[in-house]
C-alpha cells in the first residue's frame, strides 16, 4: 500500500503537541502578606508567589501573576475603577467643594488647632482624582486628631482589609516629623459613642516631600469582625509638634472585604 505524504502525521506538530507551555499569565488574589512573599488564590489553589518592587501588594487586591514552571511573580494588581474596591464613603475626597469639610468625613481632635479640608493636588503624581484631602495645623502647637470616615455595615464572619495613601509637599517643615497610623475601627452601632476596638498600621513618619505611600491595617491576611461589631469606620490618626500651617495630605482610601 502506497501511503500519501499529506496523510503521515506530522512529527513537528505531535511533539509540539506534547509539550505543555511552562510559562503563563494568570490571575489571582492576594490572601496574604508577610515578611517572606504572598499566599496567592489562583483557580482556587493556594500558591507563593515574591512580587516586583514597583508593587505595593494589599491583602484582597487582584493581580496578574506570572507563573515560570513552579515560581509565581505577582507583576502588579489589575485596573480597575477603584469604588469597586472600596466601601469608604468619598474615599478619594472628590465629592464636595474644595476648602471645607469633606461630606462623609469628620476629624476627631484630641489637642491642637487641625482643620480638614479637601484641596487640590498640585503635582504630577495623582492618586485618585484632583481632589485630596489635608489636614492643616491652624496655630503653632502639638496635635493629636483623628480623620474619620462615615460608618461601613458588616457582619460576624466577614474579615476585612484597609489602607490608605498619605503624602507631605513643601507644605510640611524641613524640620518636622510627623506620626501617622491608620486604623480599621469596629463598633457596636453607628454612632462614635459605640467604639469596641480597632485594628491599626503602627505609627509611620511624614516628612517634608514624601511621595505618596500606603499605610495599610490588615494585617498578614485581613481583620475579622470581632464579636459584638456591626459597623466600622477607617481612621488616620496623626500627632506631631506643628507649626502654623503646616499640611498633611491623604488619599484613596479602601476598606474591602475578603472573606
Same mark, same amino acid.
Given at each position: 500500500?502506497?501511503?500519501?505524504?499529506?496523510?503521515?502525521?506530522?512529527?513537528?506538530?505531535?511533539?509540539?503537541?506534547?509539550?505543555?507551555?511552562?510559562?503563563?499569565?494568570?490571575?489571582?488574589?492576594?490572601?496574604? *502578606?508577610?515578611?517572606?512573599?504572598?499566599?496567592?488564590?489562583?483557580?482556587?489553589?493556594?500558591? +507563593?508567589?515574591?512580587?516586583?518592587?514597583?508593587?505595593?501588594?494589599?491583602?484582597?487586591?487582584?493581580?496578574?501573576? #506570572? *507563573?515560570?514552571?513552579?515560581?509565581?511573580?505577582?507583576?502588579?494588581? #489589575?485596573?480597575?475603577?477603584?469604588?469597586?474596591?472600596?466601601?469608604?464613603?468619598?474615599?478619594?475626597?472628590?465629592?464636595?467643594?474644595?476648602?471645607?469639610?469633606?461630606?462623609?468625613?469628620?476629624?476627631? %481632635?484630641?489637642?491642637? &488647632?487641625?482643620? !480638614?479640608?479637601?484641596?487640590?493636588?498640585?503635582?504630577?503624581?495623582?492618586?485618585?482624582?484632583?481632589?485630596?484631602?489635608? !489636614?492643616?495645623?491652624?496655630?503653632? /502647637?502639638?496635635?493629636?486628631?483623628?480623620?474619620?470616615?462615615?460608618?461601613? #455595615? @458588616? /457582619? /460576624?464572619?466577614? @474579615?476585612?482589609?484597609?489602607?490608605?495613601?498619605?503624602?507631605?509637599?513643601?507644605?510640611?517643615?524641613? +524640620?518636622?516629623?510627623?506620626?501617622?497610623?491608620?486604623?480599621?475601627?469596629? =463598633?457596636?452601632?453607628?454612632?462614635?459613642?459605640?467604639?469596641?476596638?480597632?485594628?491599626?498600621?503602627?505609627? =509611620?513618619? $511624614?516628612?517634608?516631600?514624601?511621595?505618596? *505611600?500606603?499605610? &495599610?491595617?490588615?494585617?498578614?491576611?485581613?481583620?475579622?469582625?470581632?464579636?459584638?461589631?456591626?459597623? #466600622?469606620?477607617?481612621?488616620?490618626?496623626?500627632?506631631?509638634?506643628? %507649626?502654623?500651617?503646616?499640611?498633611?495630605?491623604?488619599?484613596?482610601?479602601?476598606? *474591602?472585604? $475578603?472573606?
Amino acid at each position: 500500500m502506497i501511503v500519501q505524504p499529506s496523510a503521515e502525521p506530522s512529527m513537528p506538530a505531535q511533539v509540539a503537541a506534547a509539550l505543555q507551555e511552562n510559562t503563563s499569565l494568570r490571575i489571582g488574589t492576594v490572601v496574604a *502578606r508577610t515578611s517572606s512573599g504572598l499566599t496567592l488564590n489562583v483557580g482556587g489553589g493556594l500558591v +507563593s508567589a515574591s512580587y516586583l518592587l514597583s508593587y505595593e501588594p494589599l491583602v484582597g487586591d487582584q493581580v496578574t501573576v #506570572m *507563573r515560570q514552571e513552579g515560581t509565581w511573580l505577582v507583576l502588579g494588581s #489589575m485596573g480597575s475603577s477603584v469604588t469597586d474596591l472600596t466601601a469608604v464613603p468619598n474615599h478619594s475626597f472628590e465629592d464636595g467643594a474644595v476648602g471645607v469639610l469633606p461630606p462623609q468625613w469628620q476629624l476627631v %481632635t484630641t489637642a491642637g &488647632s487641625p482643620a !480638614l479640608t479637601a484641596a487640590l493636588w498640585g503635582r504630577a503624581d495623582v492618586i485618585d482624582g484632583p481632589q485630596v484631602g489635608r !489636614l492643616t495645623a491652624g496655630s503653632t /502647637a502639638t496635635i493629636t486628631c483623628e480623620v474619620v470616615s462615615d460608618p461601613v #455595615m @458588616v /457582619a /460576624a464572619g466577614e @474579615v476585612w482589609s484597609a489602607a490608605a495613601w498619605v503624602a507631605a509637599t513643601t507644605g510640611l517643615g524641613a +524640620s518636622t516629623a510627623a506620626s501617622v497610623e491608620l486604623r480599621l475601627a469596629w =463598633y457596636s452601632d453607628s454612632t462614635l459613642g459605640s467604639f469596641l476596638s480597632e485594628n491599626a498600621s503602627g505609627f =509611620y513618619a $511624614v516628612t517634608r516631600g514624601m511621595p505618596w *505611600r500606603m499605610v &495599610s491595617a490588615s494585617g498578614d491576611s485581613g481583620r475579622p469582625v470581632p464579636v459584638g461589631a456591626a459597623f #466600622m469606620r477607617v481612621k488616620l490618626g496623626f500627632s506631631w509638634s506643628a %507649626t502654623s500651617g503646616e499640611t498633611i495630605n491623604f488619599d484613596r482610601f479602601l476598606a *474591602r472585604r $475578603v472573606a
